[in-house]
């Protein structure tokens, strides 16, 4: 029976992460989302304590990326603030995908710059994935890559791009033409100015909004072959979709995790009718069940992550990767409406972090 229990090192984590997340990201949060960003000073104090450098320490980070020690300290950012996190989670995808699928050359351009303490805070890289017509599932990637030569031309969309108007690397997920299947799934690295590609801000978001976004528009885009990053339906790249399925899993199960205990606090100080309202079954029910479907979702992430940092088949990966992202993102859904239900009126207003963590679990669909 597999063991999910963490080592004592990653339980050092873990707690690092907790600790930033709770004296950092919450209170915090709130006004990130006014700010529309992240501070420079919460990227500095996340760029000291080494949890955002994922990469082998020739690069200068704190080690090679394991699966399972990044989906804990994804889902404690993720419990701290949902937003924050997935802007932090979003801009190490773009670098981690150049460091699981490109040649030497790419990760030595790319890489160095988000390993260090000054250059690590300021850095942001992008990972585009899904799509309008789509989620966040390699088999809902339309946008084709068609090669000529010595160029690829890129056309569809993509939406949701979190630092997609300003990044580097900007990596996009697509299909090369004519295929099907994983095989077809490639990377490429869009330069920050190519021509034939429309870069919209999103604007007017129901929630993430601490965490920028951006939509693209391909239109026969030009980009050269160097920027390929591996070649179509290679490993590399296959897992680093599966990692950014795990680690936006983790980051639900933080929200989710977030809003029930939150929920539960008030439930306790909450008197109606001479007593707590968490006395009651309706409530009480309610929170029991959100629990069971929380510890769930976290063992479906946890076995992926395991899967991810062993030798699973990648087809297994993939499948187990995407499919405990559903399930984290339908908890996490469900949890915060749940916890605005239970605190009522309260739930509503900004004096609570619940309407907004509620709004951030919306947005990640």
């Not at 490429?188 to 978001?205: F, G, M, V, Y």
């Not at 915060?336 to 605190?343: E, G």
Request: charged share 20%.
């Amino acid at each position: 029976m597999p063991n999910f229990a963490p080592t004592e090192e990653q339980e050092e984590i873990r707690t690092l992460a907790r600790s930033v997340a709770m004296e950092q990201l919450r209170p915090q949060g709130r006004v990130s989302e006014q700010q529309g960003n992240i501070s420079p000073e919460l990227m500095r104090t996340l760029a000291q304590t080494g949890l955002t450098s994922p990469f082998p320490e020739q690069f200068g980070g704190s080690g090679a990326i394991e699966a399972v020690t990044y989906a804990l300290i994804a889902e404690e950012l993720g419990f701290g603030d949902g937003a924050l996190a997935m802007n932090v989670i979003g801009s190490l995808m773009g670098p981690v995908t150049v460091m699981l699928a490109g040649n030497q050359e790419q990760q030595q351009a790319y890489i160095p710059s988000f390993c260090g303490e000054r250059s690590g805070a300021t850095e942001r890289g992008s990972l585009a994935c899904a799509e309008r017509s789509g989620g966040y599932e390699l088999t809902d990637i339309n946008a084709t890559a068609r090669q000529d030569g010595d160029t690829y031309f890129v056309n569809g969309t993509k939406r949701d791009v979190i630092h997609g108007a300003q990044s580097s690397p900007r990596v996009a997920l697509l299909r090369v033409e004519g295929t099907t299947g994983l095989n077809g799934i490639c990377a490429l690295i869009i330069p920050e100015q190519a021509a034939e590609l429309q870069i919209r801000s999103d604007t007017h978001k129901l929630g993430l909004i601490a965490a920028p976004s951006a939509s693209f528009d391909f239109n026969d885009t030009p980009v050269s072959a160097s920027c390929m990053l591996g070649e179509a339906g290679n490993s590399g790249v296959l897992r680093a979709a599966a990692l950014h399925s795990i680690l936006r899993a983790s980051v639900a199960c933080g929200t989710a995790r977030a809003s029930l205990e939150y929920a539960m606090h008030y439930a306790r100080e909450r008197i109606a009718f001479g007593r707590p309202i968490a006395s009651y079954q309706g409530i009480a029910f309610m929170v029991a069940e959100t629990a069971m479907k929380l510890d769930a979702a976290r063992l479906y992430v946890w076995r992926a992550a395991t899967e991810w940092d062993g030798d699973s088949e990648i087809e297994t990966l993939v499948r187990d990767a995407e499919a405990a992202q559903r399930q984290a993102l339908k908890i996490a859904q469900s949890a915060t409406i749940d916890a605005v239900q239970i605190m009522g009126g309260a739930g509503f207003i900004a004096d609570h972090p619940a309407e907004m963590w509620m709004r951030n679990a919306a947005a990640m669909e």
